[in-house]
DNA sequence: TTGCGTGCAAAGGTTTTGCATGGCA
DNA sequence: TGCCATGCAAAACCTTTGCACGCAA
C-alpha cells in the first residue's frame, strides 16, 4: 500500500487546502466538490477520489462509513499517526447527527480487546450507532 | 416505522424457511437469493428486500454495515428486542474475517456511554474494525 | 523524455422506486 | 372486493476502471 504522491500538483494542493479550512471536521467527497464549485475550482472528481485514497495511505487522512449508501467520510489527522487523541465515532440512528467524544474508555476497550480477544481496534474506523441524548428526550 | 406485515404470503414463508436454518450466522441478500436459486423457489430481490427491512422493523432480524460497497448483513436474533446475548462484531480488516464475541465488556460500554454520554448504544448494528490475531502473528 | 497525474465517460455493484399484475383475507 | 404483496425493469447512488492527454521533474 502507501502508494505517496510524486508530483507536487496544484490538484493537490487544492484540495489540501480545502482540509485545512476543514482541519477540526469531517468531509466528504462531494463536499470537497462543493467546495471547488464554490470557488471556481475545476477538479474532477476522479482525482479528488484518488488524492483522498492516498492520504489515508500516507496517515494524512482518516477514512470511516457511517452507512450503506451513504458516502464515505474523512477526517483529518494533523499528519500524525499517534493513537492519542482517539475519539469515539457517535452515530445517531433517530436524527443522523455524528457526534465526536474524546475520552479515556476508549482506551479501556482498546486494551481489553487486545488482551482478552487478540483483536487490535482501529478505533479510527469504527463508527458506533444508538441513540444521542436529544433524541430519546424527544422521544419520551 | 414498525410496517408490520399484515398478510402471510408463501414467499415471507419461504425467507423466513430460509433464515431458521441460519439462525447462528449471518446472512445477507444475495444468500437468501442464492439458496433460493438452489432449492428452485423463485422470488424477485425487492421482495427479498422488502422483506428483510420489514423483518428489522419487527425486531426479528438485526440489520448492520460492515464496509461501504459490502452488502449489507442480517441476522436473525430469535424474535426477542432483548439486550441479553450482545454480541461484538469485529472486523479484521486485513482477512475481512467477521468476528462474534460475546463478552461483558460490551455492557461496560453501553453503561458508560449512557451515563457520561446520554448516548444509547445500539450494539447489533455497530462493527468494531481492527486487526484480528492470527493477521498480527503473520504480519510480526 | 519518462511516467505519474488528470479527467471524461463508462462500468460495477447494491439498493430503491414505478407500475402493472397477482393473491390474501 | 379491497388492499397489500409481488416482480420486472429502470433509476439512483457512490465508487472504480479504462484510456487518452497533460504535466511535473
Redesign the pocket.
Known sequence: MA??????????EQ?MDFILTKKDGHF???DVMDYCAENDI??????????L??MVDEGILNKY?VD??????FEYTGGKHTHSGQCFHLKCEKCGKLFHVHCDMLEHIDAHLEEDHGFVLDTRRTVFYGTCEECRRNAR
Chains 1, 2 share one sequence.
Open positions: 502508494t505517496r504522491s510524486q508530483y507536487n500538483t496544484k490538484q493537490r484540495i466528504s467527497v462531494s475545476h477538479i474532477g472528481q476522479t482525482t479528488v477520489y484518488r488524492h485514497e492516498k462509513f450503506l449508501l451513504t458516502p464515505a467520510c
